[in-house]
C-alpha cells in the first residue's frame, strides 16, 4: 500500500463533548493498549502543499462560523482508525466547508467525506468492536465544533506509531455566530 504523508483537516468539538470523547478515548486506549488521540472529525485530507494548510484554515476561520453536527449512531469496522466511531449526519455547511478546503489549498484529491469521530484505533475482532458499539452511550443530541486544525500526518495511518507521528502544523478558531 503507497503510504505518504499529507495534511488532514480537523474538526475539534467545543466543551463538554470534548471532554466527554477525551474521557472515552482514554478509556478505551488504557483497556485496549490503544494509543490515545484528540477527538476530532476529519473534514478533508489532502496533499502536503507550502503554504496551503495555512491559506485553507485562513479561509476557513474567516468565512466559516462554528459548526453543530447530529450523531446518528455508533458504529464499528474493520479499519484500524474507525474501530469504533460516532457517525454524524451530513450537513451542507460541512459539506461546504470541505469544498472551500480543497479550492484554498488548491487541492484536487478525491477525500471522501464521511463525518465521524473515532472512539478508538485499534485492529480487533469483530465482536469485540460489535460489544463496545452496542455499550458506548453518546449523551449529545448535537455537538458543536468551533476549531480547525490542519495536522501532518502519514496515509494511510495504520498503527500506533503513526498516530504518535501527528503533528499540528496549524489551529484556528471559527468565527462565533
Not at 494509543?35 to 495555512?54: D, K, L, M, Y
Not at 470541505?98 to 480487533?124: F, V
Request: aromatic share 10%; hydrophobic share 40%.
Amino acid at each position: 500500500m503507497n503510504r505518504r504523508t499529507v495534511i488532514a483537516y480537523w474538526l475539534i468539538p467545543t466543551e463538554p463533548a470534548y471532554s466527554s470523547f477525551q474521557k472515552i478515548i482514554n478509556d478505551f486506549a488504557g483497556r485496549y493498549d490503544a494509543p490515545v488521540f484528540e477527538p476530532h472529525v476529519t473534514i478533508h485530507v489532502g496533499p502536503v502543499h507550502a503554504g496551503a494548510a495555512s491559506r485553507a484554515l485562513r479561509h476557513a476561520a474567516h468565512e466559516y462560523t462554528r459548526i453543530t453536527l447530529e450523531p446518528t449512531r455508533i458504529d464499528q469496522s474493520e479499519e484500524f482508525v474507525k474501530a469504533l466511531f460516532v457517525e454524524f449526519a451530513m450537513t451542507a455547511e460541512l459539506r461546504q466547508l470541505n469544498e472551500a478546503i480543497r479550492n484554498a489549498g488548491n487541492d484536487s484529491s478525491q477525500y471522501e467525506l464521511k463525518p465521524h469521530l473515532s472512539l478508538l484505533y485499534k485492529k480487533m475482532p469483530t465482536e469485540t468492536r460489535r460489544g463496545l458499539a452496542a455499550c458506548v452511550q453518546v449523551s449529545f443530541r448535537n455537538v458543536a465544533f468551533s476549531v480547525i486544525k490542519a495536522v501532518r500526518c502519514i496515509s494511510p495511518t495504520q498503527c500506533r506509531r503513526d498516530v504518535e507521528a501527528w503533528r499540528i502544523v496549524e489551529a484556528l478558531s471559527l468565527r462565533d455566530r
